[in-house]
């Protein structure tokens, strides 16, 4: 398990609040960023590879993307990612509620790497985060964070 | 052909026709009626030719009348008055007065008492004509009178040229006897003399031998005549010119002259002409009423219908009924341009209607697709919207029963169940309904789909969710339909999961899938030996969170035959249910063989 930090976009403070109790209780102890809106996590996500503000520069290991959010959406945010030369490769998982088509469709289309729907029963969500964080954050082998081909 | 050229043709025929028949009629009827008068003319003018010739001997017979009837001539023929030579046979005179050139006073004894001939031309006396001296001998009719009345004239055709010759007794003034001798007066019929005759009958007037070669044979060939009867001949010379013969007989009845004549055929060319002028007037008469007839056919009818076809064309070219044909006049073409205009209004009427229709259809196509659109965004929120809070309560009720462990008593643990339970109740309630929504809004799609081998692999995946059921599935081969194949799927996975549900129970369950015909039409079923249920509520079955048993019998939430029914309805088809309590139940669906929801 790497010491990557985690970028949780969420607007809902009870969801936000279960995920972290999710991520806690699965032992995932990177640090987890969180942000309310779609608007925040392009700053702070540019703002990290651009200038450091952070001071590290270092991309997350994963972003956690809620798709519906205020100001700019979930598959807005997908998009800029993308089209940013940093974080074009980043790993971004969409958690959401929605099981519509259209969205999971949008979603792949725009280049997120999985598509993980929120249960509504805990005992699923528990056991949904610690796949995503046993997979992700230990299994995968994400990106490298220098040296990206330009 | 057109009809234009068809009807100049019509005509150029019939009036061809026409110009012939009546060349062909005036050449049989009128030229003929004009060669008859030509030649009742012409034999009429030889009349008056041998008319005037028998006028001429008429006249010289009455001169030697005068003369033999006179005393003095009476007295000089017996040698008694010399005067009457010294002044009327000594000078020349009388020659020309008559012309005559042959004077013979004969005493009836033979002798010649005087005679002379005369030479009209150059006043010369000469001598008597040998061939009438020969004519003159005793005894011959011209020298013997029989009676005082016994005088003769005609024509003698004697060898110095033909000569009218008149003999008259020689009688006192008073005309008495003895008749003492005879006065012949002789005129020859020279070229002088048939001109004369010329000028008298206004004819071009020739004489001929009869026995000529420029005689025709009939004449020649014509028994001898009763005296003095004229046989004329007519008969067409060429087209310009005719003759006509007269056989004048001699004296005796021996072998006379022939008179030609040479006359133009005016009558007949008169006719031709006529004809002619008649038949090229015609011909002018009728170019011109063809042209006429063909001008008034243009105007009135040929370009009105023209520019009717052509106003048709155009407006089924264009498809404006809107646009309509020229109407003028009150005739039938105009009649029939009015119909035109009537059938044109009646289709713009009809694709006004039309077309207003379609308005309304697009109307009602955007409403609902407005309304489609309104069902997808609500959808879109309660998927997203209403489960949020669901996960909170679930979520928050576990982490109270985690973190707060101890601290509740029994009850409160059951409580927290109760509401944890709820929560996936009401998760999976809203997991059908927007289920259901899907099926309302998705497209449909129709395909051939195998009914069975879907079956079949629904079967196959419900046995798998409960290995340890021992379920006997009779799925018929071969059924097929058309329809959207997820559609049908999401229909199949309700019936058939509702049968491996209510047949939970059974020890030998058994689920048939399988079809039948119902009023000619393909009825497909499913079938269980489950539950059943009351065949009274089978109508509440179908809408929506409506059920029959309770979610601890067989756990549910009521949707999955709404969604059944709807896609049955989408694909115009039908759904309905049998069953009885205990014994099972049997539903049934229809699907069209073609056509459904458009």
Known sequence: ?150 | MSLRTRTLLILAVVFLGLLVGLGIASKFTVLRGFARLEEEQADENMRHVVGALNDDIVDLKGVARDWAGWDDAYAYIDGQDDAFFQSNLSGDTSFYNYRINVMLFIHSSGSIVFGTGFDLEDGQRTLVPEGLLRQVQPGSPLVSPEHTEGGMAGLLDLPEGPMLVASEPIVTSMRQGPIRGAVIFGRFLDTKEIQRLSRTTLLSLTSLPLQDPRTPSELRAVPSPSANRPYILVRPSGSASMEGYALLRGLYGQSGLVLKAEMPRTIYAQGRSTTLAFLASLAAIGVTSSMVVTLLLERMVLRRVCDLSAGVRDIGAQGDASARVSVLGRDEIAALGQSINQMLERLQRLQREQQRGSEELAQKAAALETANKELEAFSYSVSHDLRAPLRSIDGFSQALGEDYEGKLDTQGDDYLQRIRAATQRMSHMIDDILGLSRVTRQEVRRERVDLSEMARSVAAELQQTQPQRTVDFAIADGMAATGDKGLLQVALENLLGNAWKFTSQRPSALIEFGSTLQDGRQVFFVKDNGAGFNTAYAGKLFSPFQRLHSPGEFPGTGVGLATVQRIMHRHGGRVWAEAEEEKGATFYFTLPATGGEA
């Open chain 1, 1 to 150: 398990m790497n010491g990557k930090a985690i970028l949780l976009v969420e607007d809902d403070a009870d969801d936000e609040a279960l995920t972290l109790r999710a991520l806690r209780k699965n032992n995932v102890l990177n640090e987890v960023v969180v942000k309310r809106d779609g608007a925040q996590a392009i700053e702070y996500l540019l703002a990290l590879h651009g200038e450091g503000i952070k001071g590290t520069g270092v991309l997350p290991a994963l972003v956690l993307l809620d798709l519906k959010l205020p100001k700019v959406d979930g598959l807005e945010v997908l998009r800029r990612l993308r089209a940013g030369a940093e974080t074009r490769m980043l790993p971004v998982v969409v958690l959401t509620s929605s099981t519509e088509e259209q969205d999971i469709l949008k979603s792949y289309n725009l280049g997120a790497n999985s598509y993980v729907r929120k249960p509504v029963d805990f005992d699923q969500f528990l056991e949904a985060v610690r796949q995503l964080g046993l997979y992700w954050l230990v299994l995968n082998v994400g990106p490298p964070s220098r040296g990206v081909p330009r």
